[in-house]
């Protein structure tokens, strides 16, 4: 009780302990809470609908693009420019797939498993013919080779310790591609069904099929009086500040931004070789011309040089080589050719031909292995099946005796000649087949086993070359690069404002360049490689107008950049100073109009004989079509609305005024030209009418992304 009493006699003490600690934890957490909320916002890529993805998922959907495009096209190594194309390819589908589904979703639209198991019955979707799962005889997609497939990858994985690994690894490969197509094609029927709903809104009827087919088979021949605006004086035309503002608020839509876009300055300068780097180039390419010419070792010759063409000892056709190599083939008669400068890609060649051939550039062909305990019973063997073969023996059955299928495989050029690297005995079997005759045999020997080869076909008969090719880049020696680096470094140091940059830039010798509206979705500067850090400086939130960025080493490490930015244009819409001039351009043009028609002889000119009794500026144009554009030689200006007025008209029609681009005109009708070749097919014409007619409803896309409220910020991590 004594205690209690004590307690008691703190209560406000206590209280007020209590209270700071409770504060001090609730504080801790609402903190902790802040970073990580930052710290997810941090990672977010974009936002469509409210829905968030992260840098880590959507470069997830990127890489499972990627590996896509090496199952159906090989591995081969993409470039910058291609990736960012494939980020671009996926941003955009996932865009579109995101608001589509939105908009299903409050359709009550969905794809259900029974509609894609339908779909993979009927076999004709596109993409189901870019799966491994196609019939070669009917080139159609086979379900039941994919439900095979699928039956034995189950297997598989029930059984994992049975199945060599390079087998789980090529079926796993496989399922996953499969996998990427079933969630594509699921996709894609969705925004089929919605498209699909959207087409059924556009109706058209047979008057309007009838109409546009006359139109589109029908051209008028006109005489057209012309009033240029350029002959009216500029003072004439004065434009006020409510004229702008009035014209802007009508036409606000035209100027909506999408994406946030950046004006910036920028010095970009790209190191070359000095003339010693050019000189110690010289010396050291005609050391191996001497090398190639008394070398047995080609091929370490030109590994030696660090060539950028690769030497295999193959023969090889012109496509094998770059532009310039393929040029000068036919020139070369043997021996050394070069050094010499090739001023298309800047580079020094030494161009050593041993020999052409006429081969196929596509080789039909059967082959079994023969293997055995050691390489003497591996010779025996094959000399024993050779013979066999030669004596009349059926390939097939003996391949069959050796647990083989010996099918017929076509091996094509392309599949091999750009190869960068290859072993003897890939080497040694493609010149085998290059230089064997249909139906003959060889009895290839290679160091662990042999080959039995039949060629059964060859197409495409060609000039192909064994040709041994140094390549090198004139490039920058280090010294030069740390030069031209240093000396960049003070130029920046000494441009601390835009006009010092500006300044110091003709000074040095640098070129100062301007890039109006570099946009957040932007990938290069001035097409520039490797700025990806360079944009991130330029959209980060901290960077403000008039700041200069660091140096950046950007483009193949042969380019200095440095950055200033000089506006910011927000998402939305452009405000009236940034399309001021625009606007006004438009407002003088409707004036300068007015203007001419202030005169009742313009206004009121009702035939092409009162136009010729006043001196005015008569044109003739032919085939004028109701859809196309037309050039008026008196205004030197390209007209659409002189086109699209002249539909439905008749011989001697005088027809007048209109307010074209560049000019007041009236024109008479002196002619009209049908195409009498033109059938009418009222079934097609009512589909191209509607497919017209279904290109104008295109625009709901946009509004769908601006319903979507789309935000990209990629720029900030790809």
Known sequence: MAALQKIRSKGVLLLIIIGLGLF????????????TTTNESRQVAGEICGKKITSMEF?????????????????????????????DFVWQSYVNYQLIAKECEKL?????????????????????????FVNQETRRFDVKALKNFLTEYQKM???????????AEQYATVYKYWKFIESTLRKNILEQKYQALLANTILTNPVETKRVFDENNTTSDLIAVSFNYNDVPQDKVKVTESELKNKYNESKERFRQYIESRDIRF????????????????????????????????????????????????????????????????????????????????????IKLMGSIQAPDSIQCKMIQVGGQDIEAVRKSADSI??????????????????????????????????????????????????????????????????????????????????AIIKRPVTFSKETYSKAYNDFSRFLANSKTMDELEKNAVKEGYQYQMNNEVYANTHFINNITNTKEALRWLFNDDTKVGDISPLYECGDNNTLLVVALNKIHEKGYQPLEDVKSTIEKEIQKDKKAEYILKDPKVSQLKSLAEA?????????????????????????????????????????????????????????????????????????????????LLRNIQTFGSDLYLKGNVKDKRYLFF
């Open 24 to 35: 001090a934890f609730i504080a801790e957490e609402f903190v902790r809470s802040i970073q």
């Open 59 to 87: 470069q997830k959907m990127v890489e499972e693009y990627r590996d896509a495009l090496k199952f159906m096209r090989g591995n081969t190594t993409p470039t910058e420019q291609e990736n960012a194309q494939t980020e």
């Open 108 to 132: 009550g639209i969905r794809v259900t498993d029974k509609e894609l198991q339908e779909t993979l019955a009927k076999g004709s979707h596109p993409l189901l013919a870019q799966t491994p």
């Open 157 to 167: 994985q029930n059984n994992t310790s049975e199945v060599p690994e390079q087998y």
């Open 267 to 350: 010095v970009a300068y790209t190191v070359e070789a000095s003339e010693k780097d050019k000189k110690d180039l010289d010396e050291e390419m005609a050391k191996f011309a001497e090398k190639m010419a008394t070398s047995d070792d080609l091929t370490g010759v030109v590994r030696m040089s660090n060539s950028q063409i690769p030497y295999t000892g193959l023969w090889v056709s012109k496509n094998a080589f770059p532009n310039d190599i393929q040029a000068k083939l036919d020139s070369v008669k043997g021996g050394i050719t070069g050094p010499y400068y090739e001023i298309a890609d800047n580079s020094e060649n030494i």
């Open 386 to 467: 050779y013979t066999a073969l030669k004596n009349g023996a059926v390939f097939d059955t003996i391949a069959h005796k050796y647990n083989q299928q010996a099918q017929e495989q076509w091996i094509v050029s392309n599949q091999y000649e750009t190869a960068a690297n290859m072993d003897e005995n890939n080497i040694k079997l493609l010149n085998t087949l290059n230089t064997t005759a249909t139906n003959e045999l060889k009895n290839v020997e290679f160091e662990t086993g042999n080959l039995i080869v039949l060629v059964t076909d060859r197409k495409a008969i060609t000039t192909k070359y064994n040709v």
């Open 612 to 692: 010729r009794a006043n001196g005015y500026k008569i044109d003739t144009l032919k085939n004028v079509a109701y859809n196309g554009i037309t050039f008026v030689p008196s205004t030197g200006s390209m007209e659409t609305k002189i086109n699209s007025s002249s539909a439905g008209k008749k011989v001697n029609d005088f027809v007048g005024p209109i307010k074209g681009e560049n000019g007041v005109y009236f024109y008479q009708v002196i002619a009209i030209n049908k195409n009498s070749e033109a059938k009418y097919d009222e079934k097609e014409m009512t589909s191209n009418v509607r497919t017209q």
